[in-house]
């Protein structure tokens, strides 16, 4: 039992699983980071080809898509801290490997297990987020998903440019991601009594465990008990056809059927989020700015301001913006801006203005990206997706921006010398422009609404009353 004498505020509870979660998504932005600088080590010190590179690069958002599915199950089924302690032992294992790796292959498996540690983490904590976050700061609280994967960045540059050049530099830059996941998985180890995180209430009342469920829903509500009893009501009278989880075939089909807005506005909003580029440009930054002109030691240097600029507006964002301007005009003014950044790039690439031109596109694409594209998707996509569903569409939704970002960091290596940086920021405005027309068709504004009211704003009930409407 919880000691009634020692509550947490609403917001503290929050923001302690928050803190804590978060280190999951540094370790995929620390990997990302990481490898940009790693890649020129590990590549001549393993003696691999372009294809190997890119293969090494891309399986670890692979198994990121893959594993996401994965998760959304496995987290229905034992519970979401459960699965976050799972991908915190993947993740030691895979840095482990990658550190003392003597060939490509164990390189990559190292990667492979390390990919499929961040999917599971990933699909996990955004469910909890929006599950244990109050409905007012919600925006706040699962916009720092993508904050602390571009803290993870920021520290991934850092250790390139400091470790570069030292006995076993590239090994000791993979094998450090395991330490932030030995972090967390000691607090999650410990009991809700002394860590202060708790299972997610939602999942609770979904198994049955609703004398649990209450005791944690009073932590939420800094006590109240009539509120939380309210909240256990509510989510008890959902109507029986409701009840239990989506199964694959359920999620899979809800693009197809009566809540086709749903899945089209949520999970598309999450596979938005490595469709429109970012990945392929914080992994493959160096390579780039080295073919432009800089040394080594420079690119790398770039890459960490370029870092450090992207978290920083990141965190603007997440601070004063999102839960006052809204989703959908922060994912249009982010997709305007990097479709902006690539005409600015592409333009310096075809008038041969110099690699400022390219470093100016470069600034203004990872700005433009953390305006909107970069936290946002985190934000909508649990609080659009239904409890019934949120699992699975997280999953999905993270599966399909892991395959698109996995997809273009694979392709780099083979075609970047063919294409040139030229035909690098086209393809970034293509792909923007695509994304913003998307965003216009099927991502309703939801800043404000309760996961109540979401919940029967895209409910099929609602879609054929508003085509009646229409009609």
């Known amino acids: 039992m919880v000691n009634k004498g ?36 590990f590549k001549d010190d393993l003696n691999m080809q372009n294809w190997q590179v890119g293969l090494s690069l891309g399986a670890f958002p692979l198994c990121v898509a893959i594993c996401a599915p994965l998760a959304g199950k496995l987290a229905d089924m034992v519970g979401r801290k ?41 699909t996990a904590v955004t469910a909890y987020m929006a599950e244990v976050a109050p409905s007012h700061e919600r925006g706040f609280y699962a916009s720092l998903e993508e904050l602390f994967v571009n803290v993870g960045n920021v520290v991934g540059y850092l250790l390139n440019f400091a470790l570069v050049g030292l006995p076993h530099d590239w090994r000791i830059m993979l094998g450090l991601g395991a330490v932030p996941a030995v972090m967390v998985l000691s607090v999650l180890l410990l ?39 309210a909240a256990l009501a509510a989510w008890q009278d959902e109507p029986k056809a409701e009840a239990g989880m989506a199964t694959w075939s359920e999620a ?56 450090v600029i992207k978290a920083t507006v990141m965190l603007i964002v997440a601070l004063f913006i999102l839960d006052r301007w809204g989703r959908r005009p922060l994912l249009l003014t982010s997709l305007s801006m990097c479709s902006a950044a690539a005409v600015l790039g592409s333009s310096g690439a075809y008038f041969n203005l110099g690699d400022h031109w390219e470093v100016a596109g470069l600034c203004l694409f990872v700005t433009g990206y953390s305006m909107g594209v970069g936290p946002v998707p985190w934000v909508y996509m649990p609080e659009v997706l239904d409890s019934r569903f949120r699992s699975k569409g997280c999953a999905l939704g993270i599966s399909g ?6 997809m273009h960091i694979f392709l780099f290596p083979i075609l970047f010398p063919m294409v040139g940086t030229l035909g690098l920021f086209l393809f970034l405005m293509t792909v923007n422009v695509i994304g913003f027309a998307y965003v216009c068709a099927f991502c309703p504004e939801s800043k404000g609404m309760t996961l109540e009211e979401l919940q029967e704003f895209f409910s099929p009930k609602h879609a054929d009353l508003h085509a009646a409407k229409n009609a």
């Open 191 to 229: 009991p809700f009594s002394w860590s202060g995180l708790p299972e997610s209430p939602r999942y609770l009342q979904r198994v049955g465990r609703l004398e649990e469920a209450h005791e944690v829903l009073l932590e939420l509500v800094n006590g109240n008990e009539e509120e939380a009893n």
């Open 82 to 122: 459960p699965t976050m302690m799972v991908s915190c032992t993947l993740l030691i294992i895979g840095g482990l490997v990658m550190a003392f790796a003597q060939s490509f292959p164990m390189l990559l498996l190292g990667r492979m297990i390390a990919g499929s540690g961040c999917g599971t983490g990933l």
């Open 252 to 307: 899979f089909g809800a693009f197809f059927g009566s809540r086709r807005k749903m899945a089209l506005a949520g999970i598309g909003c999450g596979m938005l989020n490595n469709f429109t580029g970012i990945q392929l440009m914080m992994v493959t930054t160096t390579i780039l700015l080295m073919g432009a002109g800089m040394d080594k030691r420079e690119a790398m240097w770039t890459t960490v301001w370029l870092g």
């Open 6 to 41: 020692s509550r947490f505020r609403c917001c503290n509870i929050a923001l302690r699983v928050r803190i804590v979660t978060a280190i999951i998504s540094l370790a995929e932005g620390y990997d990302i980071g990481v490898i940009n600088g790693a890649v020129v080590l």
């Open 401 to 406: 921006s892991r395959c698109n970002g996995c």
